[in-house]
């Protein structure tokens, strides 16, 4: 079945920090793989997918099918990059439905 | 333009209670989403519409939720006879399409469910 992890629930770095949040799937086709980020009361909103390997606010994530990680990277953190970030994992077989991980909070120090 | 919005904020009910959460989607999407999130967890996937029929409702619980989407546009999440379990943030989401191209699931704000 498929499964997004994410084994963090906290991470609190300081700010000009590099920063990494995990994130494991399993699924036994061609993933395709999001991260999603909702700042202090605003919404669930798309930060960046696999297929376009884009940077977002400076973010970056590849996709290592071997370690079936999707990581998320800042290599200098910002307070404003303060918020829950999700793992998220389109279930090609099943329409578009998203499978999330559980959330990974990330708290930037001055 | 608007996005996704979701009425009501926040919804009290006892348990054993019928409530009806809606959803509006971004104008012009075809496909509609619903997912639930507890406290700590992250949103898991109940129903997806495409159009006006639902396209694949593997998510849903139990027969005592159901959703409708009667004309392609405005959803209606229903549940009947809350527990307590129940009680989570339920989220509707929205894309153009469902499958392939361009599909990014646009996220409304949430209704807060409270069964008491």
């Known amino acids: 079945a498929q499964r997004v992890t994410q084994p963090e629930k906290l991470l609190s770095v300081f700010k000009g920090a590099p920063v990494e949040l995990k994130c494991n799937y399993s699924?036994?086709?061609?993933?395709?793989l999001f991260w999603y980020v909702q700042y202090s009361r605003q919404r669930l909103q798309l930060l960046l997918r696999?297929?376009s390997r884009e940077s977002i606010k400076g973010f970056t994530a590849d996709l290592n099918k071997g370690e079936t990680s999707f990581h998320l990277k800042k290599p200098f953190a910002q307070e404003e990059d303060s918020a829950m970030y999700y793992c998220a994992l389109r279930d090609l077989e099943y329409g578009n439905k998203l499978v999330f991980g559980a959330g990974t909070i990330l708290r930037v120090k001055s | 333009g608007a996005g996704v919005s979701q009425t009501p904020s926040n919804k009290v009910t006892e348990k054993g209670k019928y409530v009806e959460l809606r959803c509006d989607p971004i104008?012009?999407?075809?496909?509609l989403y619903w997912y639930r999130q507890s406290l700590g967890q992250g949103p898991e996937f109940l129903i997806y519409f495409q159009g006006t029929g639902a396209a694949d409702d593997s998510g849903l619980p139990n027969d005592r939720f159901f959703a409708v989407r009667p004309e392609g546009s405005v959803s209606t999440l229903k549940i009947q006879r809350t527990e307590r379990g129940d009680s989570a943030v339920y989220l509707c989401a929205s894309s153009l399409i469902a499958s392939g191209g361009v599909n990014e699931q646009f996220f409304g704000p949430g209704t807060r469910l409270t069964v008491l």
């Open positions: 699924y036994s086709g061609s993933p395709e």
């Open positions: 696999h297929i």
């Open positions: 104008s012009g999407h075809t496909a």
